[in-house]
């Protein structure tokens, strides 16, 4: 119940391209949906985050889509750039329990120059 | 605006020691939150301590504990090490409790490593 499933695992994109990674959920409570970036050695940065009442938040080149009905939401990259290289989690958690985040298992994403 | 900032960032104790592991939140933070970082598990929450008291916690053992200064710093205790505790530990930091904003922000994290 939860539960956050993230995919794919793992993530070739090409400078320039679209990333996309794909987070599913299973308690309809979560209501705070954050996606961080983690790079080797250093803990996660938080990107971007969404609540359920709007169905697309963007920030920069970073876009996260919520579909509310499906119980799914994505993180899109434009114009990925061999610095975006990292791994990239999802997250939910509940109102009122807001600082205790259920992680997804990760997406590593690797940006060819 | 100074981050979070974790103390000490690397660590190696034996199976059986316990260890102590330091945090100090963002300047006006108040909530304090420990996660383990490992590559089996991935990132599960340990706790949560807001105004000294404990919020939330994780389904870890209760060899696992920790606690909330008045200045919102925040340690966290692992008694008995086993092997299966080497790992991260992240401490994350948010405003709290009562304010309109969820984030929270993690600090470099401790490697503590059991042998």
């Known amino acids: 119940q939860q539960q956050v499933k993230q995919s794919p695992q793992s993530l070739i994109v090409q400078k320039g391209g679209i990333s996309i990674i794909n987070c599913a959920y299973e308690n309809t409570a979560f209501d705070y949906f954050p996606w961080y970036q983690q790079f080797p050695g250093k803990g996660p940065a938080l990107l971007i985050a969404?609540?359920?009442?709007?169905s697309e938040k963007k920030e920069g080149r970073f876009t996260i889509s919520f579909n509310k009905s499906a119980k799914q939401f994505s993180l899109h990259i434009m114009d990925s750039q061999p610095g975006d290289s990292a791994t990239y989690f999802c997250a939910a958690s509940l109102s009122g329990s807001a600082r205790q985040l259920t992680f997804g298992s990760g997406t590593q994403l690797t940006v060819l120059p | 605006k100074a981050g979070v900032t974790q103390t000490p960032r690397y660590l190696i104790k034996t199976r059986g020691q316990q260890v102590t592991l330091s945090c100090s939140p963002i300047s006006g933070h108040r909530s304090v939150s420990w996660y383990q970082q490992t590559p089996g598990q991935g990132l599960q929450f340990l706790f949560e301590?807001?105004?000294?008291?404990?919020?939330n916690k994780g389904n870890f053992p209760g060899r696992f504990s920790g606690r909330q200064f008045s200045n919102s710093r925040s340690e966290m205790n692992v008694s008995t090490l086993e092997l299966g505790d080497s790992a991260l530990y992240l401490c994350?930091?948010?405003?709290?409790?009562?304010?309109?904003?969820?984030?929270?922000?993690f600090g470099p994290g401790t490697r503590l490593t059991v042998t």
């Open positions: 994350a930091s948010s405003l709290g409790p009562g304010t309109a904003t969820y984030e929270q922000y």
């Open positions: 969404i609540r359920p009442d709007v």
């Open positions: 301590y807001f105004s000294e008291t404990q919020r």
